[in-house]
């Protein structure tokens, strides 16, 4: 995966040094929703402090996606698969939500998604599993509490260690600053491009070292470029910053051309 030129500013573009691993924009119309693939994963989660014989076990990432294990939880469980569901959205990884009247879906290198309600949205809006999964590892989270509990400390202690604590303070202010629709603005020679927050790089690291923690090859199959949201669907997503930051997905999909 080539080194990204980001133009998100700050605080989108998070710590200077891992800037370069955030998605690159895409350059051709078939690289939209490409996932990133095992090797260029593996690659980037040397780059940020993650060693891939500390992630889970296949049985510790089944027990916690599922809510079983000491002291399990099926809701937060949810929250974690729905999330890795929705982060993970490329070609070949589609999404059925329930209300949507367009099947299947694919938009992770735009970072949106659709929720069960057919309402497309930023991955990072305050009513997205995405918002909720970071609260999961905070000490006395569910995620926290579950490693601890089923000897994936190791794990743990890895991803604090990794890019994944210093970006934190950058993706918090990155999401306060933002309105409802939590959009975020990239400037490169004259010309602006608007994308959800889910693939700036802030978040991108962050959502990037969650993941391959939890599972290397659900990390691989997030998106490795990003592309513009299409101006129409910016325009009228941007419209309900001040109230829901959603639109109906069936009025827009026609400007997507995301084959799953």
């Known amino acids: 995966m080539p080194p990204a030129v980001q133009g998100f500013g700050?605080?989108?573009?998070?710590?200077?040094?891992?800037?370069?691993?955030?998605?690159?924009?895409?350059?051709?119309?078939?690289?939209?929703?490409?996932?990133?693939?095992q090797k260029a994963a593996d690659?980037?989660?040397?780059?940020?402090?993650?060693n891939k014989k500390d992630v889970l076990t296949k049985t510790q990432f089944a027990q916690l996606i599922s809510g079983q294990g000491i002291n399990g939880n099926a809701q937060d469980a949810a929250i974690i698969d729905s999330s890795v569901r929705i982060l993970t959205n490329t070609t070949g990884n589609p999404l059925y939500p329930e209300a949507s009247s367009v099947a299947p879906i694919v938009l992770a290198s735009y970072g949106l998604t659709v929720n069960t309600d057919g309402m497309l949205e930023s991955p990072a809006n305050a009513t997205a599993p995405p918002r909720e999964i970071n609260q999961l590892l905070l000490p006395g989270g569910y995620i926290n509490t579950w490693c601890i509990n089923n000897g994936a400390e190791d794990s743990l202690e890895m991803l604090y260690e990794s890019a994944y604590t210093p970006e934190i303070p950058f993706a918090t202010e990155s999401q306060q600053i933002t309105d409802f629709a939590q959009l975020a603005t990239f400037q490169q020679g004259g010309r602006t491009s608007v994308v959800g927050m889910s693939v700036i790089p802030s978040l991108f690291v962050i959502n990037f070292s969650l993941i391959y923690m939890l599972n290397p090859k659900l990390a691989a199959k997030m998106p490795a470029y990003w592309a513009p949201i299409p101006t129409p669907v910016a325009q009228a997503l941007a419209a309900t910053g001040t109230t829901t930051g959603q639109v109906p997905y069936s009025e827009y999909a026609s400007y997507f051309n995301a084959p799953a």
Request: aromatic residues 8%.
């Open 10 to 37: 700050q605080p989108f573009d998070g710590v200077a040094e891992y800037a370069q691993y955030g998605p690159s924009q895409v350059t051709r119309s078939a690289q939209i929703n490409q996932p990133l693939g």
């Open 43 to 50: 690659k980037l989660a040397k780059k940020i402090g993650l």
